[in-house]
């Protein structure tokens, strides 16, 4: 079989492996982060984990203890299975944290987690897009002498196409090959809804005309409908619409469609094309005989609220009934949001009244845009008011609504009532997440009290929520107001400690600051040192595996994994990153060539500011079921 390897042209990067003379495990990224798995093995001011032990890695694995007879003897313990069950309902219930942290539990109580727990793990970070736990995660993996099978690599595939890493992805599937564990469907589906991500649709093809022709020879599974659909997909999210039909003539000729869902990725790629009506003429002529779904009439829906299309979105809704598809609170929640965005509020009481005629009670969703409507109006005080309806129907507000009143507060210039929200979320035992903070954050800096956004900007990183661009440059732009161009500059060493990547937004704000105060030529500085995005784009990315044998990998040894194998994924770079080299032009970036003191008493110091994890579950569901651990 021929794989699109050499499709990526992008950064080479290199599987090492990690285990040195010395017993310790380099890895990349934060850990879990910033977990107390992370600073449990630690070790070193080289940030590299080892064994808590201190002894070489090897030697600990061969006496690996847990405090759990049945774990340290090798029998099935019931307490992993029981809690390995608990983090799969979590995850199911879009608690993926919560599932981290049971995981925890399990690890610390002394007990071997399973190879299913771990693929729990990694879908739990996967749903937390924690992928710089990932390499941690394979060294936990093979230090508790597991050996992946196909679900366990099925799950790190999809991270990485979740990631956007497709060319880590692809090797994982070479890789998966070599050490005998045979790609299931699921795996080929995955690999080519990541090529349909990366925007590389003809690669997606070529691996969809390989698996054919490999099963044609009996060497691969048969694509499925679904494989079909994932491919259609591609094409559309490319604007190929030619070759998404002829996708649908291939499904037609293999007798596996095409089916709703075939058609719902047909419609919607019409839709962001402001051709709803074609989507439209779908449901009357192509699917003809296939009953529609909710989905189907949401994207027509939705497609005419985009396109201020108001009417005929208001007519589909109504025609759903007529057609033995009631509508769903999904379809009033779009409609309502069409005409939120159009500022049309009785439309929206007759909405809501419309729903309440079909039985359809209002999610989390419908409350979410009336607030959030209201609070970009600034009517705080009805929005209050739509908030405690939206707790008086017993629905638990989550970290997007409190974000939502926060901006509210916030361009009501009023932060402090923007930060009480965090007090009440901690409270109610919400975790506030990056958007909350940056919120609040914005919130102080807009009223010049860079004191209160930097305590801030410390409770959200002892809280454990990283920071993102959007916060730094809040920070930056705080700064900026205040007329202190050299503290905003001080942020890029702090986005630096903290691995996010300046962009040239990032360096437009401080050449701002330096404006502001008059220093032309500390701004022009500024900017000389930004890197175009177009100058190397991020690509995605190519493996090569270091040793004799390109496929250097996991090898069985009595079911064993040895130390040579998945965990020695440390991702090095062999050669500069874009990133790399902004964030080595930004340090050079020169912080003090002025006299302080006189920019504070020409300027003001305190000048006043303005403003699919669905596929590896389906796996887990079967184990699980059948105690398959």
Not at 20 to 41: A, M, P, Q
Not at 276 to 305: D, F, H, K, P, Q
Not at 570 to 578: D, E, H, T
Request: proline fraction near 4%.
């Amino acid at each position: 079989m021929s794989y699109p390897m050499n499709a990526e042209n992008g950064v080479q990067l290199t599987l090492t492996s990690t285990v040195k003379n010395n017993g310790k495990i380099r890895i990349n990224g934060d850990g879990l982060n910033g977990s107390h798995l992370k600073d449990k093995h630690e070790g070193g001011s080289n940030g590299a984990l080892q064994p808590s032990n201190g002894q070489p890695k090897q030697q600990q694995q061969q006496q690996q203890e847990y405090e759990c007879t049945a774990c340290s003897k090798g029998h099935t313990c019931q307490a992993v299975i029981g809690q390995t069950r608990q983090m799969r309902a979590l995850i199911t219930a879009r608690k993926p944290h919560q599932a981290q942290a049971a995981f925890h539990r399990l690890a610390d109580g002394g007990h071997r987690p399973s190879l299913v727990t771990f693929t729990t793990l990694l879908t739990a970070l996967t749903c937390q897009r924690a992928f710089d736990a990932i390499p941690w995660l394979l060294a936990e993996v093979e230090l508790a002498g597991h050996r992946p099978d196909s679900i366990f690599f099925n799950a790190l595939i999809n991270a990485l196409v979740e990631a956007g890493r497709v060319g880590e992805a692809t090797n994982t599937f070479l890789r998966m090959r070599h050490v005998g564990c045979l790609p299931t469907t699921s795996t080929f589906n995955t690999l080519i809804k990541g090529f349909g991500l990366a925007s590389r649709p003809l690669d997606a093809q070529r691996l969809f005309d390989d698996m054919m022709a490999s099963c044609e020879r009996g060497e691969a599974v048969k694509p499925n409908a679904t494989t079909h659909n994932i491919l259609v997909k591609a094409w559309c999210d490319a604007g190929r619409m030619e070759e998404a039909w002829r996708a649908v003539a291939r499904m037609r000729a293999a007798g596996v469609g095409p089916d709703v869902v075939t058609y719902n990725t047909l419609a919607s790629a019409y839709a962001k094309r402001d051709e709803t009506w074609r989507a439209e003429e779908l449901v009357v002529v192509e699917m003809a005989g296939i009953r529609t779904s909710e989905r189907t009439w949401g994207i027509i829906v939705g497609g005419y609220c985009r396109e201020g299309r108001l009417g005929e979105a208001f007519r589909c809704v109504r025609q759903m009934k007529d057609a033995g598809v009631p509508p769903n609170v999904i379809v009033f929640n779009t409609l309502i949001k069409g005409f939120l965005d159009a500022g049309d509020m009785a439309a929206v009481d007759d909405v809501l009244r419309m729903m309440d005629e079909f039985g359809i009670k209002p999610d989390i969703v419908t409350y979410s845009h009336q607030l959030n409507a209201l609070s970009s109006l600034g009517h705080m005080t009805r929005c209050i008011k739509v908030f405690d309806e939206m707790t008086e129907a017993g629905i638990e507000p989550d970290p997007q609504v409190y974000s939502i009143l926060a901006k509210g507060y916030v361009r009501a210039q009023q932060p402090a009532k923007a930060e009480e929200l965090l007090r009440h979320m901690a409270r109610l035992g919400v975790r506030p997440n990056v958007v909350t903070f940056t919120t609040v954050i914005s919130g102080w800096c807009s009223v010049a009290d860079m004191g209160n956004a930097m305590r801030v900007f410390d409770e959200m990183r002892d809280a454990g929520v990283r920071p993102n661009l959007r916060t730094f440059e809040t920070l930056i732009w705080g700064y900026s107001e205040l007329k202190q161009p050299w503290k905003a500059e001080e942020v890029l060493q702090m986005m630096h400690d903290a691995g996010v990547r300046p962009k040239q937004t990032t360096f437009s704000l401080i050449a701002d600051a330096w404006n502001a105060v008059g220093l032309v030529e500390n701004a022009n500085r500024a900017l000389g040192d930004i890197v175009d995005d177009d100058e190397e784009p991020d690509r995605p990315v190519a493996i090569a595996i270091d040793g004799d044998s390109k496929l250097q990998s996991f090898e069985r040894t009595n079911g064993h994994a040895k130390s040579s194998g998945l965990a020695s994924m440390s991702l090095q770079a062999v050669r500069k990153s874009p990133e790399q080299r902004l964030l080595r032009r930004s340090c050079r970036i020169p912080v003090r060539w002025f006299c302080r003191k006189q920019l504070q008493m020409q300027y003001g110091m305190y000048g006043q500011g303005i403003s699919s994890v669905k596929m590896v579950m389906n796996d887990l569901k079967y184990l699980h079921a059948h105690n398959h651990y």
